[in-house]
């Protein structure tokens, strides 16, 4: 065979604008896609001249190409431009619609070549967005069409004018994908292979092993005709095996090759010359062909004319009152098949039956299972049972008659019957003459008798009797010779009586006068009612000669006139408006210019309106009674060809343009880059979507970032995700190690190292055993462990086998010259302490002794350094004796301490100095004041200058006999005596003066008199002035008794007192600051910047274990800032265990104590703390004890205590949520969060809620905003007395006495005193002294994810979140809704598997199914669930057995399943989230997470969110029959009763039970459809229900109400998982009895966990949150009671039961 090969020829394969590369469905062949871009494709001209050339009377075309969705396009036409000028169209064109599911064929029909086309039956192949390989076989009066491995479809011309034309024209162009100069023709797609054969494909030019393309009855080929698709003939003969497929040859010429194709042998010169003269002639009959055309185009154009006015209908055949569609086969019965063809049906018999063969007796046929007389004998009664005719003779029943007769052609006589006129009746046969309706007759053997018949009278006005009857009827009445209907008035002849007919009965009564309005009705002659004079208005009153307007006709003005009302309009009264279009108010007569009128329609002030008929780009605008329209403009559209809507003004783009594309309305395409996606045009917007993903080869794929797909690239196990080849732990056993292999999880046991103790423990959560620990003063320590002393800080413990001993600790020597002492060794470098003083890290102080020395504390060492003294201006300074730095000369400066020429120092205080202002006055004895201590000067002359210091005294060195001495304020001048003691008196000399009694000013120089050293003037006194103070930097100075200056005042805390700019800490992690009288406390920040970190007892933060810092070296000793952060500073340090380390912390900076935030001033660069731009507020007496908030910081509190503000810093609780979930408020310190998130489990609790800790009743905890206080209960010591006995209840810290004799009954069971029994997975029950004590955990609400869902683990109080599931049910005889939503019905009776995981086998359930006696159908009646080595069968009524027991519900096995009964149905619950509901009876519910999605198999189907491939058999074909489908999950075990089942079968059971039972399945089973159903129609469509519902009613029989009820329950139960509770039942319809004398009542919509006496008192949530299944119908208590011992009580009837929770 040869071919051309079409990419090959149009170098598709090589260069074309808009064709990409592309997979293809065959691996190694590549496919090429085409874009809206491609240009239109023309075969060369010698490729079409070689195809002239080579025709034999047939073309043919083979493709593979996938379409896209929503597209239309042409394969490929074959166009003569001759013919195309002539009336356009082409000569052939195959075009496949995506979006209209159409392959439609276009060409000339006949000898006229007449325009003609036909759709393929079945719709187009490529419309379904995949890979479809298709062939087409074209002859003049055949067309064959091959699509993949299914049956072919033949279609054959009936005569000479439906004859294909394949008479090709010279001028003949072959285009590919699209039609030349029709834009909107390019297929958009695929192309894998594209080839033309001049020879055709009369088979498929690909193997089947299914098929041999038996081609089954050929259709007709008729004009514009839509053909169904043909029946396949299963019982045709096998063909022979096509021929193997031909190489595929390529004719595209290249350079340097033969001008004719490759495999074509070149011809004789002879043959060409015979070849061109064959040409010729038929050139001469192109010519004799055009002219018959011509001759014949007059009758064409009129029979257009006639076809124009006609409509073309697809037959259809009509059988048994059902319409059915050309090519339509349907069985008549189990032996005649039946097909409709061109209208009429056509009925045979089957063959293919052995019970369809038939007998044939006395030379008539009849068919199998037919009972018959023989005709030879009338005695003998036959049958026909497989092809053997069976007689047997009949006994002739006895007759109780006198006269008998024989019947020709019968067995027996009969008694003699009566001759009626024509009529022959039987004997005892009674019937009423024609003639006289009131006899009755009977006939008695031979004679009729007859009588006469009596009527009774039951009414008084009885109607005539019917036509045929004797007796009158009381359906109506007749009065005076006239007939009334039952009901009708009869005419009574008074006005005030009104009569009618009643039942046979004329019934008379007055006539009823409505009440009158007014107090003096009056009746007129002639009528039966009063009336009032006055009129009426509507309901108003109107008086008598009143002018009024109705309210809702304005424009009238009536008048009441003697009771009437007479009116005239006021429309001509009305004044012209003063605008154009006035209109009217409501109320209002006259029009105005308020609203407007236009064309007969109202429109408010301001309105803008399109007219109606003015079309959509008018816009008139209604202002003051005017209106003005105008057309509305359009911008540019952005498309070339768009679109005009009629209800729109401006043109619209319904096209997408993406990436410079255009896509219409619908369209379907993949984006570039991104196979996984399909985007659709949506309202001239792109819409894109995911694809689903193939099927992979391993356990357990993951996703990888950027991809949409799972891939065996990862491992996704137990919602974690873990790289190929990564070891792992198995998060649910800890005793597993797993390793991620090519994306399959695979795991093994952990081997345990032996322990190296006599008795090791396993701790919980952990796998292999361990030494013990030890545990002091409550805290736990493993075993070898060291730890510091919780008792001591200098000692070091180590813990041995359990026991602990502990030593002191070594004290290393200090790496630095002035350490800090520390908690146990004063070696803590990172500090100085110096002269009596302790000092901060790189804290500057002056020198304690040398005034001219400034010191610095680094790392625990001092330096001191003499001060810079600033350059002076002047040429000669000098150095004024005392003074630090020299100065210029100048005004007298005023001289410091050394200026006075002191003579005694020795006790003065090195750090005091004097004022700079003390300046001596020219008297001959001075005074001067400095703190606690005096300076006397006797004279200006003498150059000494003496110091006193109180309770001390000195020689006066201007007097040598004399003496001078200061006590408090007082300087005394005396002479001592002989004993140098002092002498009193003033006659001894003495001369004293008080510096407080009189104030000076400095400079200020009194004239007192001097006293002489002999003899002394009376009166002589010394001059003292003020002493000048020093002036202080600090804001809190104090001056202390007995002092006159000020001096800055230090910090007291804990009542010690610290000096301004000392540090200290109050605790190992508290540091302390003095600065200006504050005292500044704060928690340490400890900095964990190293890799290796060491906690040394008795410090805070723990050290590094090296001085390697971001690489680079420290030594020991040397600070630096970690970061760029100038508050964090670290210190290199030596420590005893050898080798340095590093300390880091923050800086502590101090609180600005009544600061306003508007003077905060922020640290500059490179500093820390912030600064006040004023003076702080002091600490006085008057504020102690309040407290203030510092600005700068909202975390520091100060409180003014002992004259000191002392701030300390508050610490913020450690939070149990997330870094995520916590948040700071504005102006609070610390953040918080909404909820408490508590460890064992991870649940989570709300804000303020309280619980009780799991593992221990005497530890109660409260959330408070995120942190988690807990607190211990403290027991009293209990003795118990009197034969009780101490007993510690469960949800009970301490230990109560209890009677040890007292039971108590449980649910029918009891129970011994302190006996314990768990009653659910949540809730434990004790029994104390005769009551129940029960407490209950409560779950916290499951916050799943928008595609996840709550999910129990048996064993497991509260739920966990999985992902989605799917549900499959299982209902009727039986019918299943697979997890993709597609209803598929089955009727064996075997075991099949409904659902099993095929790739990991984690769970399989088998259903078994029983006929109950009814061949042909099936119902569920058992349920086998295999879940890890557990198996769980579910039983009728309830019944549960685990593996092969009978099981007591509820029922754990953990940790693979729970089962229980809630309501009227069992539930299974799995650890996979494997759920199973099963009714007890025949209804079944199967639902499985979503991370099975793709992996299920069975009759529920494939679960990956495609229904049209669920009925896939076990090899995994798609199969053809429901049947076949059911048949191939068959397990080999049979039906699991040990009996014989059957196969299922494509039945109908409406057929066999007949028309009547089919009606009445319709009729009962459109309740569905009804009212009570409707909410529920949008949520699940109740078409496929109905179905199934008239389905199991044909099959059930005399059970057809419990059948009804069980497709109705099914529908509800879907509806109640959509969210929606239908209440559809009623008296008549399903109703459910439940046992009112125990006081239950039926629920459609009950909780699935009822109220009992044992969890009423449940605190709120405990219950629901794990009752997390939607409602189920049953049985249930009403509102205000509970269930106890299947009885429904009042709660206070209830025995005694104590609820606790956990």
Not at 881 to 891: A, F, L, S
Not at 925 to 937: N, P, Q, S
Not at 1672 to 1689: L, N, S, T, W
Request: charged share 20%; net charge negative.
């Amino acid at each position: 065979m040869v071919v051309i090969d079409l990419l090959e020829a149009l170098n598709v394969t090589r260069s074309v604008r808009g064709v990409s590369r592309a997979a293809g469905p065959e691996p190694g062949v590549p496919a090429w896609k085409f874009r809206q871009r491609v240009p239109h494709l023309t075969l060369p001209w010698d490729y079409a001249v070689y195809l002239l050339a080579s025709s034999q009377g047939a073309l043919g075309f083979h493709f593979v190409a996938r379409q896209s969705r929503g597209s239309a396009g042409t394969l490929i036409s074959l166009v003569s431009p001759a013919a195309a000028a002539r009336d356009g169209r082409p000569l052939l064109q195959l075009a496949s619609s995506a979006r209209a599911n159409q392959l439609r064929l276009d060409y000339r029909a006949g000898p006229g070549m007449e325009p003609a086309s036909l759709l393929f039956p079945g719709g187009s192949p490529l419309a379904r967005g995949r890979w479809a390989r298709l062939a087409l076989d074209l002859q003049p009066h055949r067309l064959a069409l091959f699509v993949d491995c299914h049956p072919a479809v033949l279609l054959e011309g009936g005569g000479p004018g439906d004859a294909l034309s394949l008479l090709l024209p010279l001028d003949l162009q072959v285009t590919f994908a699209s039609l030349p100069g029709d834009a909107a023709s390019k297929f958009l797609g695929y192309w894998q292979t594209a080839e033309i054969s001049p020879s055709g494909f009369p088979r498929r030019p690909w193997h089947c092993e299914n098929l041999a393309d038996p081609f089954p009855v050929p259709h007709t080929l008729v004009e514009e005709g839509d053909l169904a698709e043909p029946p396949f003939d299963q019982g045709s003969p096998l063909a022979p095996e096509p021929p193997a497929l031909a190489d595929i040859r390529n004719y595209q010429q290249q350079p340097g090759e033969p001008e004719f194709p490759p495999g074509v042998a070149q011809p004789q010169p002879g043959a060409l010359e015979e070849r061109v003269q064959q040409l010729e002639e038929l050139v001469d009959g192109f010519g004799a062909a055009l002219d018959e055309v011509k001759a014949q185009n007059s009758e064409l154009l009129a029979r257009v004319k006639s076809l124009e006015s006609c409509e073309c209908r697809r037959p259809v055949c009509v059988w048994a009152g059902t319409q059915r569609e050309d090519g339509a086969s349907w069985d008549k019965d189990d032996c005649t098949t039946c097909v409709c063809l061109q209208g009429a049906a056509r009925c045979s018999a089957r063959q293919d039956r052995p019970q369809c063969l038939g007998c044939e007796y006395d030379g008539q046929r009849y068919q199998d299972g037919d009972a018959f007389l023989a005709t030879s004998n009338p005695c003998m009664n036959c049958s026909c049972l497989e092809g053997n005719v069976q007689c047997f003779r009949l006994v002739c029943p006895q007759l109780h008659c006198a006269t008998q007769e024989e019947v020709p052609g019968a067995c027996c006589p009969r008694c003699q019957g009566c001759v009626d006129g024509a009529a022959r009746r039987e004997h005892g046969e009674e019937w009423a003459p024609r003639a006289d309706p009131c006899q009755s007759c009977r006939c008695l053997e031979g004679r009729a008798v007859c009588r006469k018949r009596q009527c009774a009278r039951l009414c008084r006005h009885p109607a005539s009797p019917r036509p045929g009857t004797c007796c009158p009827v009381c359906d109506g009445c007749s009065l005076d010779g006239r007939e009334f209907a039952s009901g009708e008035p009869v005419p009574s002849g008074e006005p005030c009586t009104q009569c009618a007919c009643v039942s046979g009965n004329v019934l008379c009564k007055p006539t009823g006068c409505p009440a009158a309005p007014c107090p003096e009705p009056v009746r007129r002659p002639g009528e039966c009612c009063p009336r009032c004079q006055d009129c009426l208005s509507g309901t108003q009153p109107v008086p008598d000669g009143a002018v009024f307007t109705p309210p809702q006709e304005p424009c009238l003005r009536c008048r009441c006139q003697a009771g009437e009302v007479s009116c005239e309009r006021l429309e001509q009264s009305c004044p012209p408006a003063p605008c154009s279009h006035p209109g009217t108010a409501p109320g209002q007569c006259c029009p105005a210019c308020h609203t407007c009128e236009y064309e007969g329609r109202p429109y408010r002030h301001g309105e803008t309106f399109t007219p109606p008929g003015h079309g959509p780009c008018a816009r008139c605008t209604c202002s003051a009674g005017h209106v003005r329209c105008q057309e509305e403009g359009c911008p540019p559209v952005p498309c070339a060809q768009p679109i005009r809507d009629p209800q729109r003004c401006c043109p619209i783009c319904k096209v997408c343009v993406v990436a410079g594309e255009e896509f219409e309305e619908g369209a379907q395409w993949e984006p570039d880059g991104d196979p996984c996606t399909t985007c659709t045009c949506l309202a001239r917007e792109p819409v894109c979507g995911a694809l689903p993903c193939p099927p992979v080869a391993c356990q357990h794929p993951a996703r990888r970032s950027g991809d949409c797909c799972p891939t065996c690239a990862q491992c996704a196990y137990h919602q974690h995700v873990y790289a190929n080849g990564q070891p792992f732990a198995d998060p649910h056993s800890p005793c597993q190690r797993c390793q991620c292999t090519d994306g399959t999880v695979q795991c093994s046991p952990v081997a345990c190292p032996p322990p190296s103790c006599p008795r090791p423990e396993r701790q919980p959560g952990q796998c292999c055993p361990t030494c013990p620990g030890c545990s002091m003063e409550g805290v736990t320590v493993a075993a070898g462990e060291r730890f510091p002393s919780p008792r001591d800080p200098c000692q070091l413990c180590v813990c041995t086998a359990g026991d602990v001993s502990c030593s002191a600790r070594d004290c290393p020597g200090a790496l630095c010259a002035r350490p800090l002492p520390g908690s146990c060794c004063q070696n803590n470098c990172n500090g100085c302490s110096y002269g009596g003083k302790e000092y901060p890290n790189g804290a500057e102080f002056p020198h304690p002794t040398h005034r001219c020395k400034q010191c610095h504390c680094l790392n625990g060492n001092v330096q001191c350094l003499s001060r810079r003294c600033p350059p002076l201006l002047c040429a000669e300074p000098i150095l004024v004796p005392g003074g630090c730095c020299p100065q210029c000369p100048g005004k007298p400066a005023q001289p410091a301490r050394g200026d006075l020429g002191l003579t005694s120092l020795a006790d003065h205080k090195s750090h005091q100095q004097f004022p700079q202002t003390l300046r001596f006055p020219r008297i001959t004895t001075r005074a001067a004041r400095y703190g606690d201590e005096w300076l006397w000067k006797p004279t200006p002359q003498y150059k000494k200058t003496v110091l006193l210091i109180p309770k001390d005294q000195a020689p006066d060195p201007g007097q040598y006999t004399s003496q001078v001495a200061a006590s408090g304020d007082l300087v005394q001048m005396f002479r001592p005596n002989a004993a140098g003691q002092r002498r009193h008196g003033p006659d001894q000399g003495r001369s004293t003066f008080d510096p407080g009694h009189r104030h000076l000013q400095l400079g200020e120089e009194p004239h007192l008199p001097i006293p002489q050293p002999r003899s002394p003037a009376p009166g002589g006194d010394v001059l003292c002035v003020m002493a000048p103070c020093p002036l202080l930097t600090c804001p809190h100075q104090v001056i202390e008794p007995g002092d006159c200056c000020p001096r800055c005042k230090g910090c007291m805390y804990d009542g010690e007192e610290h000096a301004n700019g000392t540090s200290w800490f109050s605790s190992p992690c508290v540091s302390c600051l003095c600065i200006h009288g504050i005292a500044t406390c704060a928690q340490i920040r400890c900095l964990g910047s190293c890799l290796r970190p060491v906690q040394v007892p008795g410090e805070c933060c723990p050290l590094c274990a090296d001085c390697m810092f971001e690489g680079r070296p420290y030594s020991p000793g040397e600070s630096f800032q970690p970061s760029l952060d100038p508050c964090e500073i670290c210190t290199c340090e030596l420590l005893a265990a050898g080798g340095p380390h590093v300390r880091c912390y923050r800086r502590q900076c101090p609180s600005l104590v009544g600061c306003p935030r508007s003077q905060l001033q922020p640290p500059g660069p490179h500093h820390c703390c912030p600064t006040c731009a004023q003076a702080l507020s002091n600490c006085t007496a008057e504020l102690a004890g309040n407290e203030l908030q510092a600005a700068d910081d909202p975390c520091s509190t100060c409180q003014c205590k002992d004259l000191t503000w002392v701030c300390v810093r508050q610490g913020c609780p450690q939070l149990s949520c997330p870094l995520t979930e916590q948040f700071t408020a504005q102006g609070a310190c610390c953040p918080v969060c909404d909820e408490c998130v508590i460890e064992t489990g991870g649940r989570r609790v709300s804000d303020g809620e309280s619980w009780t800790d799991s593992e221990d009743d005497c530890i109660s905890c409260t959330c408070n905003r995120g942190h988690v206080e807990c607190h211990i209960a403290e027991c009293e010591p209990v003795e118990c007395q009197g034969g009780l006995r101490r007993v510690r209840m469960p949800g009970s810290c301490c230990y109560e006495c209890q009677d040890p004799d007292g039971c108590c009954s449980y649910q029918g069971q009891r129970y011994q005193a302190s006996e314990h029994w768990q009653v659910d997975t949540c809730t434990t029950c004790t029994c104390v002294s005769g009551e129940v004590h029960c407490r209950s955990q409560r779950c916290p609400t499951a916050a799943c994810a928008a595609d996840e869902t709550p999910a129990l683990t048996p064993g497991m109080c509260c739920p966990h979140c999985l992902p989605r599931p799917a549900t499959c049910l299982a209902f009727g005889d039986p019918h299943y809704r697979t997890f993709d939503g597609r209803l598929l019905h089955f009727q064996g009776t075997c075991t099949y598997v409904l659902a099993q995981d095929c790739r990991g086998g984690d769970f399989s359930i088998h259903v078994t199914n029983d006929d109950r006696g009814r061949p042909g159908v099936a119902w569920t009646k058992e349920v086998t669930v295999q879940v890890g080595d557990a198996v769980v069968q579910l039983l009728q009524d309830w019944l549960v057995r685990v593996d092969g027991q009978v099981v007591t519900l509820p029922f754990l096995k953990e940790p693979h399943l729970y089962v229980e009964r809630q309501t009227n149905t069992v539930l299974l619950n799995t650890n996979i989230g494997v759920k199973v509901l099963w009714s007890g009876r025949s209804q079944l519910e199967v639902s499985v997470p979503g991370t099975y999605k793709g992996h299920t198999c069975g009759l529920c189907g494939d679960f990956n969110g495609h229904p049209q491939d669920d009925a896939r058999l076990r090899s995994g074909q798609l199969a053809r029959a429901e049947a076949a489908f059911g048949n191939s999950w068959r397990v080999p075990s049979g039906n699991g009763t040990g009996g014989p089942c059957a196969d299922g079968r494509d039945v109908d059971p409406c057929k066999e039970a007949g028309y009547r039972a089919r009606k009445e399945a319709n009729a009962r089973c459109k309740v569905l459809k009804s009212g009570a159903f409707e909410p529920c129609h949008p949520l699940v469509p109740p078409e496929p229900f109905f179905a199934a519902c008239v389905y199991d009613l044909c099959a059930c029989g005399a059970g057809a109400d419990q059948c009804l009820c069980d497709a109705l329950e099914a529908y509800a139960a879907l509806c109640r998982r959509a969210g929606l509770a239908l209440r559809w039942r009623s008296p008549t319809l399903c109703a459910v009895g439940c046992p009112q004398d125990r006081g239950y009542v039926f629920d459609e919509c009950g909780p699935p966990c009822p109220k009992t006496c044992y969890n009423k008192d449940a605190p709120l949530g405990a219950i629901e949150s794990r009752c997390f299944t939607p409602c189920v119908p049953g049985c249930q208590c009403p509102a205000g009671r509970v269930e106890h011992e299947a009885h429904c009580i009042l709660p206070e009837a209830c025995p005694r039961v104590v609820y606790g929770s956990l």
